[in-house]
């Protein structure tokens, strides 16, 4: 039993803490581009500002998640001490790996206070119209864009690349920011992949299929059309063809996912990752095409690399693993922390029973984004992710009228 759900959280005191919190929400999917518009604009920033600025999101976002029930900080306190000990095991002053439990706990506690729907409906739609905006400045305005927000100097500035990544093709854009080889969503937009708020077209196209994801579960919804709109838009212009196909995954799981066992759903990501397993040492090749074939195949040689300590989550050399989810989640929480987290995940109660049609949807979104990347850990998706998920479990079923604020 997940205790987080045990009993139902106390609704927020007033509409300013509501915002309040909403505004902790847009601050996790804005704050990549407010560091990069800072380190363009001659205010260096570096790895240890990134960090920064996500522990801050994360501690304020404490403050309004979580109350006097004890289930919840039961629940964070295991987590990050069993984070810590891996610490340890590691030799390792990466705390990575301990950020990685904060954000769903603490975003989907944040979602689980939330009175109403209604207000769900307008931060999603509202951190929708946000992408959007952006990404359409991005894409029309690109020459007065770049005087702004150079990525790719932020990203050396962080520490995640390196000045010899730099390349002529990209520009001031993120490495993938361009498509070297023809575009596949609507070729006559040109090459460019349009990043938006995150800096790069791969967190965009997953950002798609998550306002897609709320927009389908929210059959009531005021501005439902609108969002439907916002999740296209955003997947188009980043080119996100994994982002679409997602779409259509999360489309099949919100119609019959909950009609499912949860045993089912319980056993999907490890029935993944152990056919990722075989197929890496069970395949002769060693070079891979960037096509959708080449990234499974990718995938699969990075996790049949990892040695025993990796899979045990305390090797510790650290290791690039961000094209391997699944890799990347057994080196950083090791395998019984992805168990008991997955478990947590899968098993917990929802007072709202249609909930269950999201997390299906979510479930599905996760294991399948886990395949080709880590960016289910990402703070700059997952918080809304996590929002998302705790406002539809603790909402009250849609026949009956809302929680008063």
Not at 28 to 56: D, K, Q
Not at 74 to 85: E, F, P, Q, S
Not at 183 to 191: A, E, K, M, Y
């Amino acid at each position: 039993m997940n205790l987080a759900a045990a009993a139902p959280a106390a609704d927020w005191r007033g509409p300013y803490q509501a915002r309040a919190a909403y505004g902790v929400l847009i601050g996790a999917l804005v704050f990549n581009a407010v560091l990069c518009f800072l380190n363009t604009a001659g205010f260096p920033v570096s790895g240890g500002t990134v960090i920064g600025a996500e522990v801050a999101i994360i501690a304020v976002t404490l403050g309004f998640a979580l109350d006097d029930r004890p289930g919840p900080w039961l629940i964070l306190a295991g987590l990050v001490a069993y984070g810590l000990l891996l610490l340890a095991l590691r030799g390792s002053t990466d705390v990575k790996g301990v950020r990685d439990f904060l954000i769903p706990v603490v975003f989907y506690n944040l979602g689980l206070r939330n009175p109403d729907l209604r207000d769900a409906d307008r931060a999603v739609l509202a951190s929708g119209v946000i992408v959007v905006v952006m990404g359409l400045f991005e894409y029309g305005l690109f020459d007065i864009y770049q005087q702004y927000f150079n990525i790719v100097r932020y990203y050396v500035a962080r520490g995640s690349m390196s000045a010899s990544e730099i390349s002529e093709l990209t520009g001031s854009l993120f490495t993938s920011g361009i498509r070297p080889d023809s575009r596949t969503i609507l070729p006559f937009l040109g090459p460019h992949r349009v990043s938006s708020v995150f800096l790069e077209p791969v967190s965009a196209g997953n950002f798609g299929a998550v306002l897609f994801a709320w927009a389908l579960y929210r059959r009531t919804m005021r501005g439902r059309a609108w969002l439907f709109t916002c999740a296209a838009v955003t997947i188009i212009l980043a080119d996100a063809r994994f982002g679409a196909y997602v779409c259509v995954a999360i489309a099949g799981a919100m119609l019959v996912g909950h009609r499912l066992p949860r045993l089912l759903w319980f056993a999907l990501p490890f029935t993944i990752l152990l056919g990722l397993t075989i197929y890496g040492f069970e395949s002769m090749q060693v070079t891979w095409q960037n096509d959708m074939s080449g990234r499974l195949l990718w995938a699969a040689l990075l996790i049949t690399s990892l040695p025993p300590e990796g899979v045990l989550g305390i090797m510790p050399d650290k290791l690039f693993l961000s094209d391997s989810g699944y890799a990347y989640a057994l080196t950083q929480i090791g395998a019984a922390g992805t168990l008991v987290a997955w478990s947590l995940f899968v098993l917990m109660p929802a007072r709202n029973p249609d909930g269950w049609r999201l997390r299906c949807a979510m479930a599905v979104y996760t294991c399948l984004l886990l395949v080709i990347s880590d960016s289910p850990f990402s703070i700059k998706t997952a918080a809304l992710v996590w929002f998302m998920l705790g406002a539809a479990d603790g909402a009250p079923p849609e026949d009956t009228p809302p929680r008063e604020a």
